[in-house]
């Protein structure tokens, strides 16, 4: 017999007492398998893998094959707080996410939440600006009810324990009685302004469930416990039966229904997974500590040492003599040792090759946690041209997902509670917006702010938006927090209305061959600030030249110089209707005064006073002297452009305004020297 034809009966052989040794085994244990709580085929072992008789791989003397994963002990509520209590680690890793998840803050978004309401009184006053509603119910948030620290702590304990509830106090009402359900979700609308009465925080050891699971498959606590029943150091509310519609329900980490059912309804321990982990990494950090006290060793060799150790009193001596050396190294600095019976020296020992088991270590526990090592450890990464933001932007990333699943509904659903209370009602389109997690710095915010104006304003001329468009935008971002909504509505009453039908022989094209000689050359208006100028944009419009040299420049030299001046009348003449001259209420004005040679007259002084001022006049001027936009006073007076135009005029020659002087400066002026005056 060849030595393959052995190789194959032998192969054989062991073929089929496998085989039958793996009927017996399923026999035997198919019954098992049925009645395992935890699942069919829980404890079925499996062959389907690799086996080579002749290595042994796979084998009965294959050490992979007696492994396997055992049963997982859920930690207990004592084993738990100790860790937790103990270890930094394991305290940080519970901790962190959930208040990074709201670090960042959010928005309360609804339909009309963001604007301000005006209260005028009775004789015209000017109006006295109130909080908004999403103003009164983020100050109830975060000054009564403390709402994100609840959240914080609610997630903190799930986290920690598997699960935790925030009960929901309604006056009038127990907290056995069920809240109505509404297309799959609870319906707080039972709550009324101001019958939310208080708000508690109960981790899974203090509000565990009766045995009562809800079996209902269309119920959205399906599987869940009916009630909860509070424990009795839940301060005074011991005993008591609360049902879930009453309670906001936060989860730890997920696990498979059998241990979900054998976890009294309750989901794992972030630490579950990680307490192993834990344990090795502190025992390694003590470890590598007790070390340092090594470092250095004094060694002592004496005749017949061996001998006196061998006996009691030969021991004795022996400790004493060298406590006293000891003694004398740390209290003299001398160590005295006997010249012809004992000699001394010093070993150190090297500890190279510990700090790489220690990162290696620091990164397993990180990789596990889904924390970076830069915020678990504050360990900052090292290497040119690292900065770890690859690492802070994936943890970011993860962050508002984990935020997103465990935490979000919540949330929501405990503002809207808290937002009932506060209003009688639930806003339309009710919503919160989390503000990013990555902040830019002030000047990578100025940087994107200018771009997006440049961007606009571009397109506005353009003629794709409308400036109503663009203000609508700005208010929606929130980049100026006192924009109210009348600031929209006036942007969206200064649209221009190109006509592309238009006569172009008309006037623009005299005013462009007036000042440039040249009817058939087009230019923009940018071209044209920077050839035509002022004397010939005046002479074009039948005005006097310039009272000085300033009349020679160009336009945009002119506004480069007088940049403030010109700024204000731009802010003067947004309220113009396409094609209208105008200068502005308090600037420029082509009726001023002039002398006998033509020129305007300058300076100021004159006039009849204040007292020659209408009851008109002066709302006019106090309007103007306020601050605000020649807009918002022609709207808060009721009164159009030209007539606002004509009254300016009127208030100049009776105060004595000069040319280059501010109306509603020399109109506080004269108030300021009237009241000094009386006084």
């Given amino acids: 017999m060849s030595i393959l034809d052995i190789f194959r009966r032998k192969q054989a052989a062991v073929s089929t007492e496998l085989s039958a040794t793996v009927a017996q085994y399923v026999q035997a244990r198919a019954q098992t398998d049925v009645d395992n709580p935890y699942g069919p085929f829980a404890n079925r072992e499996a062959y389907d893998q690799v086996a080579n008789w002749m290595s042994g791989q796979g084998g009965a003397n294959d050490p992979a094959v007696a492994a396997q994963w055992m049963q997982a002990i859920t930690e207990n509520w004592q084993s738990l707080v100790n860790v937790y209590r103990v270890s930094w680690l394991a305290k940080k890793i519970v901790r962190k996410k959930p208040r990074d998840m709201l670090r960042p803050g ?263 946690t889904g924390y970076p090592v830069s915020i678990l450890f504050g360990d900052e990464p090292a290497g040119m041209n690292a900065t770890g933001d690859a690492s802070l932007r994936n943890y970011y990333d993860e962050l508002a997902g984990e935020r997103e699943e465990q935490v979000a509904p919540q949330h929501l659903a405990l503002l809207e509670v808290i937002t009932r209370n506060e209003l009688g009602r639930l806003p339309d389109g009710f919503s919160i917006e989390y503000r990013p997690f990555m902040q830019m710095s002030a000047a990578e915010l100025s940087d994107i702010n200018l771009k997006r104006s440049q961007a606009d304003h571009q397109r506005i001329e353009d003629g794709i938006i409308t400036p109503g468009l663009a203000a609508r935008e700005t208010k929606e971002d929130s980049l100026y927090k006192t924009m109210a909504q009348e600031d929209v509505d006036l942007a969206e009453l200064d649209v221009p209305m190109p006509d592309d039908d238009a006569d172009t022989d008309g006037d623009a094209d005299a005013t462009e061959t007036a000042a440039t000689g040249n009817a058939s050359l087009a230019l923009t208006p940018t071209m044209q600030g920077s050839i035509i100028t002022v004397n010939q944009a005046l002479a074009t419009m039948g005005f006097p030249a310039w009272p000085d040299s300033d009349g020679l420049l160009t336009i945009a030299e002119f506004q480069a110089k007088h940049a403030a001046t010109v700024a204000t009348a731009a802010n003067a003449n947004a309220g113009s209707a396409p094609g209208e001259e105008s200068f502005g209420l308090d600037g420029f004005d082509p009726e001023q005064p002039r002398d006998p040679n033509g020129q305007w007259a300058g300076g100021a002084g004159g006039g009849s006073g204040l007292s020659s001022l209408s009851e008109e006049e002066h709302a006019l001027a106090r309007e103007m002297s306020s601050g605000k936009s020649d807009k918002k006073v022609m709207a808060s007076l009721g009164i159009s452009h030209e007539r606002a135009m004509a009254m300016a005029h009127e208030i100049r020659t009776k105060l004595g305004v000069g040319i280059g002087q501010s109306l509603k400066e020399r109109y506080k002026s004269l108030v300021k020297q009237s009241k000094k005056s009386a006084s």
């Fill in 106 to 368: 959010y928005n309360l978004i609804w339909e009309g939440s963001g604007e301000k309401r005006g209260e005028r009184g009775k004789k015209g006053g000017k109006g006295k600006v109130r909080e908004t509603e999403a103003d009164r119910v983020r100050k109830a948030c975060r000054r009564r009810w403390n709402a994100d620290q609840l959240v914080v702590e609610a997630a903190t304990w799930a986290r920690l324990f598997g699960g935790s509830v925030i009960v929901l106090g309604i006056k009038g009402q127990l907290l056995s009685d069920p809240l109505p359900i509404v297309e799959g979700s609870v319906d707080y609308s039972v709550i009324g302004k101001g019958g939310l009465e208080w708000l508690r925080v109960y981790d899974r050891w203090r509000a565990n469930h009766d045995g009562q699971i809800d079996a209902d498959p269309l119920s959205p606590n399906y599987g869940k416990p009916l009630y909860h029943v509070l424990s009795a150091d839940a301060g005074g509310m011991q005993g008591q039966r609360v049902h879930w519609t009453r309670v906001i329900r936060f989860d730890g980490d997920v696990v498979p229904w059998w241990t979900y059912r054998a976890n009294a309804c309750w989901h794992d321990s972030t630490l579950q997974v990680l307490v192993d982990l834990l344990k090795q990494y502190d025992s390694m950090t003590g470890a590598i500590s007790s070390l340092i006290p090594k470092a250095r060793q004094d060694v002592v060799m004496a005749k017949k040492a061996a001998e006196m150790l061998s006996t009691d009193a030969g021991s004795q001596k022996m400790a004493r003599r060298y406590a006293a050396t000891a003694r004398m190294a740390s209290m003299y600095n001398v160590a005295v040792y006997d010249l012809d019976t004992e000699k001394s020296e010093q070993r150190t020992f090297q500890f190279s090759g510990l700090d790489k088991i220690w990162e290696k270590s620091m990164k397993e526990v990180a990789g596990a």
